[in-house]
């Protein structure tokens, strides 16, 4: 059982950055691929960047290709994004999810979930 628990959501103007923190209980978090997802009103829940187990490798949704980083660190059981150049298109609730299996871009895949964390960008 893993716990999720997301830090550092936000009202920031277009063109600001935020850095999302995503903290989670257990023993066993190196042994998860780690993903942030968003979901804004009326919209599916989409991808936005994954992290494998030991961090060496990451991956990102289209949009925010360039402009977010994700990273991990196992030895403090966390899992950051760090967004820049942010746009009121990514205005969504950002969810923190854990997978242990291998298939980083679908939420369906992930084992759990934190509760979210409100980004709003105004223009």
């Known amino acids: 059982q893993v716990q999720l628990v997301e830090s550092g959501g936000g009202l920031v103007q277009a063109g600001g950055s935020l850095r999302l923190s995503c903290s989670a209980s257990?023993?066993?978090?190196?042994?998860?691929?780690m993903g942030w997802f968003r979901q804004a009103p009326g919209k599916e829940r989409e991808f936005v960047a994954g992290v494998s187990r030991s961090g060496d490798s990451t991956w990102y949704g289209d949009s925010v290709k360039g402009r977010f980083t994700i990273s991990r660190d196992n030895t403090k059981n966390a899992v950051y994004l760090q967004m820049i150049s942010l746009k009121p298109e990514d205005t969504a609730v950002y969810y923190c999810?854990?997978?242990?299996?291998?298939?980083?871009?679908?939420?369906?895949?992930?084992?759990?979930w934190g509760q979210g964390t409100q980004i709003t960008v105004s223009s």
């Open positions: 257990g023993r066993t978090f190196s042994s998860y691929i």
């Open positions: 999810a854990a997978e242990r299996g291998i298939h980083i871009d679908n939420p369906n895949r992930y084992d759990y």
